[in-house]
């Protein structure tokens, strides 16, 4: 593995250089060793047939020589072939009774053998002929011929010759190969590095220069190649690529300028259409205000004129009862029948009670204070207990505190004037009060400015609503409310106010469907859940109907009949929560529906989203994306 990771670590010319050599020197030793083995081959027949004509010539020299001097002619022959065969190694000769007669080594003259070639030679007549120690370094041959007298074998012979000549032929044949190869080695491993270099690493090189180049956006950078091999094809494929590459990138540069002009219009047109939805937004607001308001118009026209009669009828009575209160103070000096203190006192008393709202005395109540009248002695008991009853001065025990003033006509003439001024002054003042209430609920409601961030108590914000509808609440649902007194403010712009008086509205329509209406109930809750404000508005009416559940925060949708709705409430109270960050949950089952819409105390523009003319179109057309928000649970 790490020779592996080694090679592949190399280098393109390096790698083939190592193949080629590593090729090379693998087929050359093959070539050797194959050329060594057949030469060797070569060398050892001949050696072979050499050794069998020595062979047949000393036989034939023994059987002269055995003829003509039978005891010292086989040592003569002996030392005549060791000298002149310088091959020969050992030689020996052999009677037929296995004793050497003559031998190359006098040590073994005379001496039987025990070799069982020489024994098989005399006794068999078998001659004998092969390589011993067949290993190159150590090469020879043995040859073992009877000797014959006739038909008669008489003896035998044995020669050894050696092989070193032939080993020191092939030594010097090993050296030859070895410098060829390492010669041819070079030569090639030398031709590779040149061509290589010029043929595939020069041209390589430029390869990567010129994409470097291109890299660093010379896109007109050419590599230039003329030649017709696969690095030629290449380097002319990648100048192709590397002209389209340049065309397409003009292109996309043309494409990017036209495009950035197109993108700064469409921009123009987006926030031009931006704009226009948020106007038509706005007016979709307005309107929808108008037309609550426009059903509010006869209730808050009452709500406005009960009071502004109380304070006309007042303005009437106080007018004549002014006249008249200097002729009755003239009267009351000469009448010094109770001191001044104690009229003074019964006169903060009358004034106190006439001042405190409640309502018409009961006939029993006027009953008990003429009793008490009787019984202090006053005639006209029964005229001047409905006088008191009318100034609300109707404690049994204040009636006897005071029954002695009350009994000097002066004085009752004139307190009950002064009591009556005070009562009318106390109830205009109470009038006005709900006027102005009635105004400010109206300026708040219709305050146009939906683009101002300000903190709003929600308390406050739903109180308005309610003063708004309460002509139109209070003969037929009873308001029940239960606020946090801890509650925080949110922000949140003017359009926020729309909220609970489009639902207070639904929720009375939807009270007023039910089959006995005067038992219509309107239960709203307010309170904290971590960093949030939660409103519970709920009702008794009929409920939502499970089918058209999923649209009712759908544009124009609504339920009414032609000319009683605008399909618009709940779709514009769902974009204000919207816009606000906030969520609105709706539960209905039928003779109970719950919305509940939770505002975030702290949000970053709540006014608009972060992608604001989606969320403006998205606004305006009707279909808010606040639908995902609206839970609609069975």
């Keep these: 593995m790490l020779v592996l990771r080694w090679f592949s670590d190399l280098s393109i010319r390096t790698k083939l250089i190592v193949l080629v050599a ?130 008669r074998v008489v003896g035998a012979m044995a020669i050894n010759l050696s092989m070193r000549d032939i080993q020191t032929t092939l030594d010097a044949l090993d050296r030859r190969l070895a410098v060829i190869m390492g010669v041819k080695l070079v030569l090639v491993c030398l031709a590779l590095f040149v061509l290589l270099r010029s043929v595939i690493l020069m041209r390589l090189h430029r390869l990567m220069l010129v994409t470097q180049e291109i890299i660093a956006g010379r896109h007109d950078a050419r590599v230039g190649d003329p030649r017709l091999d696969e690095i030629g094809q290449l380097a002319r494929a990648f100048d192709q690529m590397t002209s389209d590459l340049q065309k397409s990138k003009g292109e996309i540069e ?73 002729r009755q103070l003239a009267t009351l000096k ?105 105004i400010r609920a109206l300026k708040y409601y219709s305050y146009s400015d939906t683009e101002r961030v300000d903190t709003i108590q929600v308390n406050d914000s739903i109180a308005t609503a309610l003063v708004l509808l309460d002509n139109q609440l209070k003969h037929k649902v009873a308001v029940h409310t239960d606020y946090d007194p801890e509650l925080p403010k949110v922000p949140g712009t003017s359009a926020l106010h729309q909220v609970w008086t489009n639902l207070l509205t639904n929720a009375s329509e939807a009270i007023a469907e039910r089959p006995d209406p005067a038992s219509g109930e309107v239960h709203i809750t307010t309170r904290t859940a971590g960093d949030c404000v939660v409103v519970t508005i709920g009702d008794n009416g009929v409920g939502i109907p499970p089918e058209i559940r999923d649209r009712i925060f759908d544009p124009f949708f609504t339920t009414k009949d032609i000319g009683k709705g605008t399909g618009l409430g709940l779709c514009i109270v769902s974009g204000i929560i919207k816009r606000h960050q906030g969520r609105i949950r709706v539960e209905s089952v039928p003779g109970q529906t719950t919305i509940e819409i939770t505002l975030p105390i702290r949000i970053a523009t709540p006014s608009e989203s972060v992608d604001a003319p989606r969320a403006a179109a998205a606004d305006a057309i009707g279909r808010p994306e606040a639908t995902n928000d609206a839970q609609l649970a069975a």
């Design 254 to 326: 043309d494409h990017n300028k036209h495009l950035e002009d197109r993108v700064r219009e469409a921009t123009a047109q987006l926030q031009a259409a931006y704009e226009d939805l948020k106007n038509a937004q706005g007016q979709l607001i307005m309107n929808e205000k108008m037309a609550t308001l426009g059903v509010l118009a006869a209730g808050v026209a009452h709500e406005i004129n009960t009071p502004a009669g109380a304070i006309l009828n007042v303005s009437r009575n106080l007018a004549r009862q002014i006249e008249v209160l200097p």
């Design 334 to 438: 000469s009448d010094t029948t109770v001191s001044a203190d104690e009229m003074v006192e019964c006169l903060q008393a009358l004034i106190a009670a006439a001042c405190v709202p409640r309502p018409s005395a009961s006939i029993g109540v006027q009953k008990t204070v003429e009793a008490v009248l009787r019984e202090h002695g006053l005639k006209d008991y029964r005229e001047r207990a409905a006088s008191l009853c009318k100034l609300n001065f109707t404690d049994p025990g204040e009636v006897r505190k005071y029954a002695d003033c009350l009994r000097i006509s002066a004085f009752f003439s004139f307190a009950e004037t002064f009591a009556s001024i005070a009562q009318a002054a106390a109830i205009s003042q109470t009038s006005a009060t709900k006027i102005a209430e009635i």
């Design 22 to 151: 590593g090729t090379l020197i693998v087929s050359q030793l093959v070539s050797t060793i194959f050329i060594r083995y057949l030469v060797g081959d070569q060398i050892v027949q001949q050696a072979l047939t050499t050794a069998e004509i020595l062979t047949t010539s000393i036989q034939h020299d023994i059987t002269y020589e055995s003829q003509r001097d039978p005891e010292s002619g086989g040592q003569q022959i002996i030392a005549k072939y060791m000298t002149y065969y310088r091959s020969l190694s050992d030689m020996a000769i052999y009677n037929d009774r296995l004793e050497s007669t003559a031998s190359s080594d006098p040590l073994q003259v005379n001496r039987p053998t025990s070799d069982p070639e020489v024994i098989a030679a005399i006794r068999a007549a078998k001659p004998s002929l092969h390589v011993s120690r067949r290993d190159f370094s150590n090469l020879g041959i043995r040859s073992v011929a009877p000797i014959l007298q006739g038909s």
